[in-house]
C-alpha cells in the first residue's frame, strides 16, 4: 500500500449532501441515472496518470464539481409551461424541480467521491471482448458528464462494491483501490493498494483509520468512505428478507442500519416509494442524533419515530394506526409493565374483542315493497359462528356479516323467480332490520374502551385471561383507582401498546416496505408486535446488542424477539469487530459480560490507544459529594482540551447536582441530542439516555450509583455497560463508593 502527501483529517462533520432521486423530472431533463454495473463509458481508462497524480486527482474533482453545476444548471433552466395539461400538473412538477436542485445543490465541505477503482477489465460485456480495464469514482452520489458518461459512480451501485470487499486474496477483477484524504473539502492525500500485486504486502490504511478515528462534533455521520466488508455484506442484503445484526459497542449497527435503508431506497426505489420506509429508535436524543445520516446519503423521504409515538400516532407518525390517539400522562411499575408488555396480553385481548359477538336469538324480516322476506335464527347462527371460525379482524367480520343476511335474502329472491343484482344486496345490506341485527350481534367496539373496562373491571379481565394470567398477575395490571372515563385515564406507554394491538384485532394496521428498529433488545414482546404489524408485507433490519438491554422486560434472546416480531426467518448476524471504542475501554467494559449476557461474544477492537482509560477514586467524597463534583469538573476540564466532543455520563439522580457544579464553574453543557459546536463540546447525559450515543472523551459519575439506579442489579450492571462503552478516544471513570465487584481485579 502506498501513501501519498501528508494527511490531516478535517475536524468538522461531513455536511448532508442530496443525490438525484427524482425520476419523474429526470425523464424531462436528462437520461435516468446509468446502470453502473454497465456505465455508456468510462471516466478514464487505465492509462498512466501524470507525473504528479495529485493534481490530476485535483483536476477530475473540479471536472467533477463542474459536471454537477451543469447538471443543477439544466434542472434551473427547464421549460415545463409546454408539458403540463393542468395548473395542479405544473405545481406538482414545479415541486419536483425544486427538490431536485436542491438535490443537486454542490457543498464545498463534501467530497463529491472518496475513493477509485482500476478495474483489470472492461466492466460488463466488454470484458469477454479483452477490452481496456474502467476506472470509477466512488462517491455518495451520480454525476455524469455532458453526454451522460459517468464521472462519480454512487457508493450503492455494483460496480462500487469491490471498494468494500475486494482483497488481496480476492481482488475482484480490481488492479488499483484508491483512497482519498480531504481536509475542509479540499483534496489533499491518496492513498493506493495493488491488489494483484504480489510484492505488495497488506498493511492497515492509514487513512480509513484516520476517517475512523476522527474527532467527532455534531451529529452522528455517515460511514460510506469506511464501510468494512462484513458490514458491506448486510447493507446489500436483499429486500426481501429480514436481518438481525447483534452487534457490541462500536461495531457500526446502527450505522450499517440506516446505510441499508439507502442502499434499498437506491436499489428498489419505485416499490418503497409506494410502501414507505421508517426508522424506530429508543428516544427522541437518539432520533435527533441519528437524523442527518440519511440526507448526507441523498434519502430525504425517510421518516424517523419513537415505539411510543408509533402507537400513539404523535407527530403524525407514518404507521400509526387511525384510532390511535392516546396521550401518554402515567406510567406503570415495572411489575405491572413487565405483565402488560407480555406476549399473554394478545390473547387476552383477543378474547376480550370476540366477546363483544353474541348469537341471534331470533330471525329477521326485510321488507322490500309488498314483499316479506324472513331469515330465519338458524341460519343467521350459521353466518355468524362461520364469520368467527374464520378469524376475520373484528371490523372485517362486522362489515362482512349484513352482505351474508343479504345474500341469504338474494337467494330466497331468486327462489321466488325474481332477478335480483347486486344493487339489490346492497339495498337490503342497508335495511333497517338488517342493520339493527349487525349492531345487536356484532356491535362496534372501541380499543381505547375496551382496554379502559380491562384494567379497571376486575370481573372482565378475569374471565378473558382465565388460564394465561394468574390471579396475582391480574392485581398488578388492575388499577386500584379505576378512571370515571376516557379523558380523565391517565395511559402509561404500555397502555397504548395495548390499545394499538386491540385497534389492529378491529381494523388491519397500515404496513411499510422497509423498517429499520434500533435498540431492539430493550422492546417488550407486546412492542415488538406493535412493530411487527408496520412490516407485516414487508421486511425489516432488526439492530441491537442483548448486553444492553436495559428494560425489565429487555428481550433474552433474538429468536424470541424476532418470533414476537413475525419474522421468526430473519437472518441473525452478528458484529464482533469494534472500530470505533478503544481495545482498552471495551476490555473494561467486558468484564461486566459473564454477568449481564453468559455467553456472549466479546467485542474485539481493532483500535489500540493506550492511555485511553483512566479509573481514579475521589478521596474524602463518600461523605458528601462535593469533592465529587469537584473532580468530576476538572476531569470536564481536561477532557475539553482534546478535540472532539466529551459527554458527562452520570446515573439521572446526580444530573441535578452536576448541572449546579458546572454553572459554578462557568462551564456550559448541552443536553443529550443537541448539535455540539467548537464553542460547546460538553453534553450533560443522565445514563438513562446513554444508549447510542457516542462521544470522543467521556466521563463517567460514580458507576456503583448508576447500578443501584435500577430496579434490579441485571439491569443496572447493563446500564452501566452502556455507559462505559460511549467513548472513541479516552474514558475517566470517577468514584467515591467502591467499584462495583464485577469491575474489579
Keep these: 500500500m502506498a501513501f501519498r502527501r501528508a494527511y490531516c483529517p478535517e475536524a468538522k462533520t461531513v455536511p448532508a449532501y442530496d443525490p438525484d432521486q427524482t425520476p419523474d423530472l429526470a425523464t424531462l431533463t436528462e437520461p435516468a441515472e446509468p446502470e453502473p454495473a454497465r456505465p455508456a463509458a468510462p471516466a478514464e481508462t487505465t492509462a498512466p496518470l501524470a507525473a504528479d497524480p495529485l493534481s490530476t486527482e485535483r483536476a477530475h474533482l473540479s471536472a467533477s464539481r463542474s459536471a454537477l453545476r451543469a447538471m443543477r444548471e439544466d434542472v434551473q433552466a427547464l421549460d415545463i409551461r409546454d408539458v403540463t395539461a393542468n395548473w395542479v400538473n405544473a405545481a406538482v412538477l414545479e415541486s419536483q424541480i425544486e427538490e431536485r436542485i436542491k438535490a443537486l445543490a454542490d457543498l464545498s465541505h463534501t467530497p463529491l467521491f472518496f475513493g477509485r477503482l482500476d478495474y483489470l477489465h472492461a466492466v460488463g460485456a466488454a470484458e469477454a471482448e479483452g477490452a481496456e480495464g474502467d476506472r470509477f469514482y466512488i462517491g455518495r452520489r451520480h454525476v455524469h458528464d455532458a453526454d451522460g458518461d459517468p464521472m462519480v459512480i454512487d457508493w450503492r451501485a455494483p460496480v462500487s462494491q469491490p471498494f468494500y470487499r475486494a482483497s488481496k486474496k480476492d481482488p475482484l477483477d480490481v488492479a488499483l483501490r484508491r483512497r482519498f484524504g480531504y481536509t475542509g473539502g479540499d483534496l489533499t492525500a491518496y492513498e493506493d493498494e495493488h491488489l494483484t500485486d504480489p510484492a505488495e504486502a497488506v498493511q492497515i490504511s492509514k487513512l480509513l483509520q484516520a476517517e475512523i478515528e476522527r474527532p467527532r462534533v455534531g451529529p452522528m455521520r455517515d460511514i460510506v468512505a469506511t464501510i468494512q466488508p462484513e458490514q458491506d455484506e448486510i447493507v446489500r442484503s436483499g429486500l426481501g428478507g429480514t436481518v438481525c445484526v447483534q452487534g457490541g459497542p462500536g461495531t457500526g449497527k446502527t450505522a450499517v442500519g440506516l446505510h441499508r435503508v439507502a442502499y434499498l431506497l437506491y436499489a428498489h426505489r419505485e416499490r418503497l416509494a409506494r410502501t414507505g420506509t421508517l426508522v424506530i429508535g429508543p428516544n427522541a436524543s437518539f432520533l435527533h442524533y441519528i437524523e442527518q445520516v440519511l440526507p448526507a446519503l441523498g434519502e430525504l423521504e425517510v421518516r424517523q419515530s419513537t415505539v411510543d409515538d408509533l402507537v400513539t400516532g404523535a407527530g403524525g407518525v407514518a404507521g400509526a394506526t387511525a384510532a390511535a390517539s392516546v396521550e401518554v400522562r402515567g406510567t406503570d411499575p415495572a411489575p405491572a409493565a413487565v405483565i402488560k408488555g407480555d406476549a399473554r396480553m394478545a390473547e387476552v385481548l383477543r378474547r376480550a374483542v370476540r366477546a363483544h359477538v353474541t348469537l341471534p336469538t331470533e330471525g329477521v324480516v326485510v321488507v322490500r315493497g309488498s314483499r316479506r322476506w324472513r331469515v330465519p335464527v338458524y341460519e343467521l347462527e350459521e353466518i355468524v359462528r362461520e364469520l368467527l371460525?374464520?378469524?376475520?379482524?373484528?371490523g372485517a367480520a362486522r362489515e362482512a356479516l349484513p352482505q351474508r343476511v343479504a345474500h341469504a335474502v338474494l337467494v330466497q329472491m331468486e327462489r321466488a323467480g325474481e332477478a335480483p343484482d347486486d344493487r339489490v344486496q346492497d339495498a337490503v345490506a342497508r335495511n333497517p332490520a338488517v342493520k339493527a341485527?349487525?349492531?345487536a350481534v356484532w356491535p362496534p367496539v372501541d380499543p381505547a374502551k375496551l382496554v379502559l373496562r380491562l384494567l379497571s373491571d376486575a370481573e372482565f379481565l378475569a374471565e378473558h385471561a382465565e388460564?394465561?394470567?394468574?390471579?396475582?398477575?391480574?392485581?398488578?395490571?388492575?388499577?386500584?383507582k379505576p378512571a370515571r372515563g376516557l379523558k380523565s385515564v391517565k395511559w402509561s406507554a404500555a397502555d397504548a401498546v395495548l390499545i394499538d394491538e386491540t385497534a389492529d384485532l378491529i381494523a388491519r394496521t397500515h404496513s411499510l416496505g422497509h423498517v429499520v428498529l434500533d435498540e431492539a433488545q430493550d422492546l417488550s414482546p407486546m412492542q415488538y408486535r406493535a412493530v411487527g404489524r408496520r412490516c407485516s408485507t414487508g421486511s425489516a433490519t432488526v439492530l441491537g446488542d442483548l448486553a444492553q438491554?436495559?428494560?425489565?422486560?429487555?428481550?433474552a434472546s433474538w429468536a424470541d424477539a424476532l418470533r414476537h416480531l413475525g419474522k421468526a426467518d430473519a437472518v441473525v448476524e452478528e458484529l464482533t469487530a469494534g472500530f470505533r471504542v478503544p481495545r482498552e475501554v471495551i476490555a473494561y467494559a467486558s468484564r461486566l459480560l459473564p454477568h449481564i449476557s453468559p455467553g456472549l461474544a466479546e467485542v474485539r477492537s481493532v483500535r489500540e490507544s493506550p492511555g485511553s482509560l483512566e479509573v481514579r477514586e475521589v478521596p474524602g467524597?463518600?461523605?458528601?459529594?462535593?469533592?465529587?463534583?469537584?473532580?468530576v469538573v476538572a476531569a470536564c476540564t481536561e477532557a475539553l482540551a482534546h478535540e472532539g466532543s466529551t459527554g458527562l455520563i452520570a446515573a439521572d439522580s446526580r444530573i441535578p447536582a452536576l448541572r449546579e457544579a458546572l454553572a459554578a464553574a462557568g462551564m456550559p453543557w448541552l443536553s443529550p441530542g443537541e448539535e455540539t459546536t467548537a464553542a460547546s463540546r460538553l453534553t450533560l447525559v443522565p445514563a438513562s439516555l446513554a444508549k447510542g450515543l457516542e462521544y470522543d472523551y467521556v466521563v463517567l459519575d460514580d458507576p456503583t450509583l448508576v447500578v443501584t439506579a435500577e430496579p434490579d442489579e441485571r439491569t443496572g450492571l447493563r446500564r452501566l455497560y452502556v455507559a462505559l462503552t460511549r467513548a472513541v478516544s479516552g474514558l475517566t471513570v470517577l468514584h467515591s463508593e467502591p467499584l462495583p465487584p464485577e469491575l474489579r481485579d
Excluded: F, N, S
Excluded at 389 to 394: E, F, G, L, T, V
Excluded at 467 to 480: K, S, V
Excluded at 549 to 555: K, M, S
Design 389 to 394: 371460525a374464520r378469524d376475520m379482524r373484528y
Design 621 to 631: 467524597a463518600a461523605g458528601g459529594t462535593d469533592a465529587l463534583d469537584a473532580a
Design 549 to 555: 438491554g436495559t428494560t425489565p422486560w429487555a428481550t
Design 467 to 480: 388460564g394465561l394470567l394468574t390471579d396475582d398477575e391480574q392485581r398488578t395490571i388492575l388499577w386500584t
Design 437 to 439: 341485527l349487525v349492531k
